[in-house]
């Protein structure tokens, strides 16, 4: 007995021509941006590893399969379905059984990635410890995962919806690299400096691939966090995003919203609150996140 993994057509061939792959999430597509801009970011990402020389494999649950690259028209339904679950590691296998359909988050997409044989993983930014987890124990399993499994995600940091102080311990205790791109600082999502020092740092491509190598040879389990910083021109001072940010958390304690319910609470009321202005960053972060994790998965098949 085998994961009921289905391949795209063109995931399908770039397997057989062994060329490299990048896996990209489909919470993100489902809970995290509106439509159309959801489905117009997923297209756009897609070109951008296609561009950058590697092959893109959208991963989601549809009737029981997991897929590993989606037909344009299985994006699309996807895009537009409403009510969709969230899927993560807790949900996953109960979902796959009974034949259901949702979307994979970051914990999610790690797991199928790896069953695909796909080691980078592009997202925008990852789940961590919620702000009060003190008192919430809200600590996203994306954390959990990036310990037990082998795939390198780039992500733009975490956002400062989330305790980041608290986010970058966890990792740390559980061992997980946590590699900024091109600075020595962990960027925030919509800014590119949180003040916290990066525990470590790459300035190419290749030094991410043979340190993910290295992990193999040790035989550590887990992955590796990729803090890919916002560009310049798209950054969002961190101080134009602070009142938003507490105003979406108070109304989130307020309306009692808890469990999966809360990252695509505060994500929506932030878009609402900046007039959209964090989609525009989301959309320019998540597509310099897929080119550097083309350029990984491209050093990967080099080395
Ligand atoms: N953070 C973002 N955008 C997102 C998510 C997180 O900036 O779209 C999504 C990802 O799919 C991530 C999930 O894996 O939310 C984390 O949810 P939770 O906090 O419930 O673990
Ligand atoms: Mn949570």
Redesign the pocket.
């Known amino acids: 007995m085998t994961a009921p993994l289905k391949f795209s057509t063109e995931v399908a061939n770039a397997r057989k021509a062994a060329r490299p792959i990048v896996a990209l999430?489909?919470?993100?597509i489902t809970?995290?941006?509106p439509y159309p801009q959801n489905v117009k970011t997923a297209e756009l990402v897609e070109a951008d590893i296609r561009k950058a020389g590697a092959v893109p494999a959208t991963i989601a649950i549809m009737n029981g399969h997991i897929h590993i690259g989606l037909e344009p028209d299985q994006l699309q339904t996807l895009a537009q379905a409403k009510n969709v679950a969230?899927l993560?590691r807790a949900d996953l296998a109960f979902a796959l059984a009974n034949g259901q359909t949702g979307?994979?988050?970051?914990?999610?997409?790690m797991i199928c990635a790896h069953l695909a044989g796909i080691e980078v993983f592009a997202?925008?930014?990852?789940?961590?410890v919620?702000r009060g987890a003190e008192h919430s124990f809200?600590?996203?399993?994306?954390l959990e995962e990036l310990a037990q499994t082998p795939v390198s995600v780039v992500?733009?940091g975490?956002?400062a919806?989330?305790d980041l102080p608290k986010t970058l311990e966890v990792l740390e205790s559980r061992g997980v690299p946590v590699i900024a791109y091109g600075q020595n600082t962990f960027p925030a999502?919509w800014s590119r400096d949180s003040g916290l020092p990066a525990p470590l740092r790459a300035d190419s491509a290749a030094e991410i691939a043979a340190a993910h190598k290295m992990r193999a040879r040790l035989g550590l389990p887990g992955g590796q966090l990729i803090a890919n910083p916002i560009p310049t021109e798209a950054e969002i001072p961190a101080e134009q995003l602070a009142p938003h940010i507490e105003q979406a958390l108070k109304e989130a304690e307020a309306g009692g919203i808890a469990?999966?319910?809360?990252?695509?609470f505060l994500?929506t009321r932030i878009f609402e609150l900046t007039d959209g202005a964090s989609l525009r960053a989301?959309i320019a972060l998540v597509r310099n996140n897929a080119r550097l994790a083309a350029a990984i998965a491209i050093a990967l098949k080099q080395g």
């Open positions: 999430e489909s919470t993100i809970h995290g941006m969230k993560s979307a994979s988050t970051v914990a999610a997409t997202t925008g930014g990852i789940g961590g919620h809200d600590i996203s399993a994306d992500a733009a975490a956002k919806i989330l999502f469990a999966k319910a809360v990252t695509p994500l989301n």
